[in-house]
């Protein structure tokens, strides 16, 4: 069992910054390929960025490409999000999710665990 607790979402103006954080218990992180998934007001869950067990492999949705980087730290069994020039479109509750796999997915449906989420609202 895999329990995950997302930090570091809060209100930010557009074009500023934000790092998220997942902690993961259990001593299986190192072996899981890892997710950030988000939702909208009024949308569907929709797939952010994913990174494999090692961090050699990393995935992103088109909408962040570029402006968003996924990293995971083992020996902290932590995962991160770090979100640059945010946009009010970027404005939802971010998961972070766990799969028993070493391989990453851009599908939520093959995520295992999922934590309780933080909000991310950009906004001036």
């Known amino acids: 069992q895999v329990q995950l607790v997302e930090s570091g979402g809060e209100l930010v103006q557009p074009g500023g910054s934000l790092r998220l954080s997942c902690a993961a218990s259990?001593?299986?992180?190192?072996?899981?390929?890892m997710g950030w998934f988000r939702r909208a007001p009024g949308k569907e869950r929709e797939f952010v960025a994913t990174?494999?067990?090692?961090?050699?492999?990393?995935a992103y949705a088109d909408s962040v490409k570029g402006r968003f980087t996924i990293s995971r730290d083992t020996a902290k069994r932590t995962l991160y999000l770090r979100m640059n020039s945010l946009k009010p479109e970027d404005t939802a509750v971010y998961y972070c999710?766990?799969?028993?796999?070493?391989?990453?997915?851009?599908?939520?449906?093959?995520?295992?665990?999922w934590g309780q989420g933080t909000q991310v609202t950009v906004s001036s």
């Open positions: 999710a766990a799969r028993r796999s070493t391989s990453s997915s851009q599908s939520d449906h093959e995520y295992d665990y």
């Open positions: 259990g001593r299986t992180f190192s072996t899981y390929a």
């Open positions: 990174i494999n067990y090692s961090g050699a492999f990393t």
